[in-house]
């Protein structure tokens, strides 16, 4: 049931496969609700949360991998308040964070939110059209990132851009105001935008951008998948805060 984005959302829910992550949510603070181990596995140390052992063959039905791991967390959802990226709350001189839009694959949306927290950024906002962040496979792909990060969720570009950040966003098309990422000036409070690889940013999005950046790179592709571009947006903005 918890497979369905309606039903984590009604029960307020969502399932963390795995040891290693079922550790990483406890790290980050988050509600562990119940375990559920196959009879030959052990549960997560110092959880404070009820076990249930899985019945024969019941693991394959229920898990979202044709090969499942034997640990099995139920976790209370939650999503961080738009709030905790006001510039002064950020307690960062020069906070930055990723806007997506319309991002839907979850390996990308994973991949993203994992590349930010590993490069210090400030939180990931999930603009219209986006994927579920509590997604199995954006938990998985995120390697327990999404637990350490805020993320916030149905944010309107125009809200991030009042709380006194400057608006950037990637194009593999020219744009009025383009320069590389070499040349950008990323200073202060910078929100990155990234758009769907299908459609790019959208039209309502890409009026309240300030300046645009092109990643140049030598290769005959006309563009980066979106993932690997924010990996190397994420690396940049570190880099010149270090």
């Known amino acids: 049931m918890l497979s369905r984005r309606s039903a984590r959302l009604d029960e307020g829910l969502f ?53 499942p791991q034997p640990n099995m967390a139920l976790v209370s959802r939650r999503m961080a308040s738009l709030a905790k990226l006001e510039v002064a709350a950020t307690g960062v001189a020069a906070p930055w964070v990723m806007f997506l839009d319309a991002v839907n694959d979850p390996g990308n949306l994973g991949t993203i939110v994992r590349s930010a927290e590993a490069m210090g950024a400030s939180g990931v906002v999930l603009g219209s059209g986006c994927v579920d962040a509590f997604n199995p496979k954006v938990v998985r792909a995120s390697a327990g990132a999404v637990f350490h990060v805020p993320v916030v969720e149905a944010v309107q570009l125009s809200e991030v851009k009042a709380l006194g950040y400057r608006v950037l966003a990637t194009s593999s098309h020219e744009q009025t105001n383009t320069v590389t990422l070499a040349d950008a ?12 690889e ?29 993932a690997m571009a924010s990996t190397i947006l994420s690396y940049e903005l570190a880099r010149r805060r270090s």
């Open 15 to 67: 399932v963390v496969e795995g040891a290693v992550l079922i550790a990483e949510a406890m790290r980050g603070g988050w509600d562990v609700l119940a375990q559920f181990v196959t009879s030959n596995a052990a549960p997560v140390d110092g959880v404070d949360a009820p076990v249930f052992v899985f019945g024969e063959g019941v693991l394959e039905r229920v898990a979202s991998t044709e090969s």
């Open 185 to 196: 000036d990323l200073t202060g409070a910078v929100c990155v935008v990234l758009g769907s």
């Open 198 to 226: 299908a459609h790019g940013v959208s039209q309502d999005n890409s009026a309240l951008v300030d300046g645009w950046l092109r990643i140049e790179h030598a290769g005959r592709a006309e563009s980066l998948n979106v």
